[in-house]
């Protein structure tokens, strides 16, 4: 059988053009981000972003948490798959960056969804003590590296039995897998990704998409 294809520029250009569905909102926002300094590094590229949203109706999620907002482009395209009742709650350490995102969002009619300018963890502690465990469909990881493993955990008590947590960035540029890189960043994503293959709560798949993107099923009804 084939092994795994290095995606070439003129591949991706390929996959683009018979797959991607990108219109002027999405597109807008994100040439505005990549304009930003870390733009390109830190914004989803547009092909996760259809991902996440896929995700979102194919598991009929209406309540969706987002861990590290950025610019919005994630948010924008899960919001946009949520139904009419749905509800997206999105947070970040700093509103300097989901501000850009805003007037997209209104654009798009989803301006309404929640968005908290916070730590990840007292947003994670809040919303445990407000919904209770179990409370929404689907959560979308993104966030600081050094702290996945502990987002994960927390994650995992918030999102319902049947529920599905995303992880961005578990191949993080190449570096879990060269033993050169031992920072912060590179050794939280490990942990993470260690944690993840041992979790007998989850099923598990982990995806060369875009910079690696992880599925954790929570097991359950």
Request: aromatic share 8%.
């Amino acid at each position: 059988m084939a092994d795994q294809l290095i995606l070439s520029s003129p591949l991706l250009d390929y996959v683009r053009d018979f797959s991607l569905r990108e219109d002027d909102v999405l597109r807008e926002l994100r040439e505005e981000t990549a304009g930003l300094p870390g733009g390109t590094a830190l914004q989803i590229n547009p092909e996760e972003g259809q991902f996440l949203a896929l995700l979102v109706r194919m598991t009929g999620a209406a309540d969706v948490l987002e861990l590290g907002t950025y610019t919005g482009y994630s948010a924008l395209c899960m919001a946009r798959a949520l139904p009419a009742d749905g509800h997206l709650v999105t947070c970040d350490i700093t509103g300097r960056w989901p501000s850009i995102g805003v007037p997209y969002w209104k654009r798009a009619g989803v301006a309404d969804r929640e968005q908290r300018v916070e730590d990840a963890f007292a947003v994670l502690g809040e919303l445990l003590a407000e919904r209770g465990p179990a409370s929404f469909d689907l959560v979308f990881i993104d966030a600081d590296k050094v702290n996945y493993p502990r987002y994960y955990e927390q994650s995992l008590e918030l999102v319902r039995p049947g529920g599905l947590i995303v992880v961005d960035n578990t191949l993080f540029f190449g570096q879990v897998a060269d033993p050169a890189f031992t920072d912060a960043n590179t050794e939280g994503v490990r942990a993470l990704n260690a944690l993840l293959r041992d979790d007998e709560r989850v099923e598990v798949s982990m995806l060369t998409v875009a910079d690696g993107v992880t599925l954790a099923r929570r097991k359950g009804a």
